[in-house]
């Protein structure tokens, strides 16, 4: 697949009705779900876009780009409702083809305006009605079982908002992840955290039986994180190296990962040097371009989408390095990396 189109597409979306959307929710992606070239792939989809999708191709105006692109159906588990009332897809969500995906606590300690992630709309999907604030472990349970069952789901992730204990949400997950293997032995499952004060919780996370985890610090450059995350940006970054480390040493190389995102206003040469610092530690840099979503403050202030040559650019020098130190995003067992939908890297080879 030409980088080019793929990181193009990234960032100017597709003209196309996908009925699986993300369009607002934790951390720094929407848009609609659909599989190109047989990867999953989340696009904006924007009626402004110069791409167009017909008889199962992409096309740029009169151009096909020799892509194929096949929509996400509605999965069947979104029709089911739990016996108090709760729809499943209110629990959690499609992504991509196969991925089932949830925000555990639909609330964050950081979501004061002063404090608040400006690419993040945690707590907007929370007004839209399109989620619930707490899932509990059982109701996790009864949704992945179905999603497994009815739709083939391979794999799950949990994330979680930020809440005010000193391990800063992630141990709920050990609970979430343990109630959902009893009910799916072996289903592999990706936990997202914040460095969580207190390591050994790590250790009971990949007891419980997670096969991979997410600590997301979306920029290594301190004057972005202060500008772009002034509550989670003040988490000193010892705190996250740590918490790597500990990853690295518990779950396995290549089994830890983080988001940068690209287009935050970070040096394109120091954004690398910094993914290359995270290969090293065995930690997998998922690079992602940000996205203007609705509802985020960088929309409200008119921060534009990266260009996408930066995008290819970047996701393609990390392949690269990703290629050499043997560390692909297919390799992770759960979770973005492995997904891959919402950046390039896959499409680049990383
Ligand atoms: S990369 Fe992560 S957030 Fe994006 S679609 Fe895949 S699982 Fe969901």
Redesign the pocket.
């Known amino acids: 697949m030409s980088l080019d189109t793929r990181a193009d597409l990234a960032v100017r979306g597709v003209r196309v009705a996908t009925p699986v959307r993300r369009p607002s929710g934790a ?1 720094p ?1 929407d848009d609609g779900h659909v599989v190109i070239e047989g990867r ?1 792939a ?1 696009l904006p989809i924007d009626p402004a876009s110069p791409y167009t999708v017909d008889r199962g191709k992409i096309w740029l105006g009169e151009i096909d780009t020799g892509l194929t692109l096949d929509v996400v159906k509605r999965p069947r588990f979104y029709d089911l409702t739990t016996a108090d009332g709760v729809r499943y897809e209110q629990i959690a969500r499609l ?2 083809k196969d ?1 089932l ?1 949830t925000t555990v606590v639909q609330t964050c300690i950081r979501y004061a305006e002063e404090q608040r992630c400006r690419f993040c709309t945690i707590e907007e999907s929370l007004r839209s009605g399109s989620t619930v604030a707490a899932k509990t472990p059982a109701q996790l349970a009864e949704v992945a079982r179905a999603a497994v069952e009815l739709d083939g789901v391979t794999q799950m ?1 949990m994330t979680t908002g930020t809440t005010t204990g000193p391990d800063r949400g992630a141990r709920n997950l050990v609970r979430c992840v343990r109630a959902v293997l009893d009910a799916v032995p072996g289903l592999p499952i990706q936990v997202q955290i914040e460095p969580p004060g207190d390591l050994s919780v790590i250790d009971d996370l990949r007891t419980a039986g997670a096969a991979s985890i997410g600590i997301h610090v979306e920029s290594l450059d301190d004057e972005v994180r202060r500008t772009w995350m002034p509550g989670k940006g003040s988490v000193p970054m010892a705190e996250y190296e740590a918490a790597w480390d500990r990853a690295v040493s518990v779950f396995g190389r290549n089994q830890v990962s983080t988001y940068l995102l690209i287009g935050l206003g970070e040096d394109p040469d120091e954004l690398i040097n910094g993914a290359a610092g995270l290969i090293e530690r065995g930690v997998y840099p998922f690079v992602v371009p940000f996205r203007p979503m609705a509802g985020t403050l960088a929309r409200r202030d008119g921060w534009p989408a990266p260009a996408p040559s930066m995008v290819r650019d970047i996701s393609g020098r990390v392949a690269a390095l990703l290629r050499e130190a043997g560390m692909l995003g297919a390799d992770q067992k759960a979770g ?1 990396a492995a ?4 950046g390039v890297l896959q499409a680049a080879g990383g």
């Open positions: 951390g992606s999953n989340a992504h991509g991925v995906a992730v973005c997904c891959g939908a919402c």
